[in-house]
């Protein structure tokens, strides 16, 4: 079955650290995607990335960059020299077929990072 | 202002009533999502439509009711059949297999 494990309940850094939140996935499906969302404070969730399982070529987008490794099924999120408002919890999650041709979205635990001044 | 809205914001239930949460979107996206998050877990789903007037249920359907008679429109009913209602609960909305969501329904049962 498929399952997303993100091993890092809670994370604390002081500002301007580099950080990596980890995430672990189990999947059968040779094509699929995986995510990464961040829920503020304020709880709605916030769509970061989205990475296709053919395309395994790193990306960056500012202070964040994502590592994408299917040797070992991970899925990894770094943000370089963190910010107060870097402060939220982070969810990987993995999609799979479900029924009627719609992609289910499997949701690890969340981390919790918090960013100290 | 585009986006998904839900409302209300916090809701406070007695027990044994049935209450109903509004999501709504103007994204134009044919896909809508409820999910239900519980304190330091992830997210699960509810139910979900992929066109108006059809909707399949989640792995947590119980104590649960939607309907979808318009695109925009997507209301959870959360009905006293559900043994315990308080969670943070999350509409979203889907295109090319990206999820957006809303910003979400408090729901408290006094």
Redo the contacts between chains.
């Keep these: 079955a498929q399952k997303?494990t993100q091993a890092q309940?809670e994370i604390s850094v002081v500002e301007k650290e580099d950080v990596t939140l980890d995430c672990v996935y189990e999947t059968r499906d040779t094509t699929y995607?995986l995510?990464w969302?961040k829920q503020p404070p304020?709880?709605?969730?916030?769509?970061l990335i989205?990475r296709n399982s053919f395309d395994e070529q790193n990306e960056i987008s500012g202070r964040y960059s994502w590592n994408f490794q299917k040797s070992t099924s991970s899925f990894n999120f770094t943000i370089t020299a963190s910010q107060v408002v870097d402060s939220a919890v982070y969810?990987c999650?993995l999609?799979e077929p479900y029924?009627?041709?719609?992609?289910?979205?499997i949701?690890?635990?969340?981390t919790r990072l918090a960013v100290h001044p | 202002d585009g986006g998904i809205t839900q409302s209300p914001k916090y809701l406070f239930r007695k027990e044994g009533q049935n209450v109903t949460l509004s999501c709504e979107q103007n994204l134009n996206h044919d896909a809508m999502y409820w999910y239900r998050q519980d304190p330091g877990q992830g997210l699960r789903l509810i139910y979900y439509s992929q066109i108006v007037n059809d909707f399949q249920k989640g792995d947590i359907a119980e104590g649960y009711s939607v309907s979808r008679e318009k695109k925009e429109s997507f209301p959870l009913t959360v009905t006293s059949a559900q043994k315990n209602p308080t969670a943070f609960y999350l509409c979203a909305t889907g295109l090319a297999d990206t999820q957006y969501f809303g910003p979400g329904t408090r729901l408290t049962v006094l």
């Design positions: 997303v309940t995607y995510f969302y304020s709880g709605e969730l916030v769509f989205r969810f999650a999609s029924s009627g041709g719609y992609n289910k979205l949701f690890g635990a969340g």
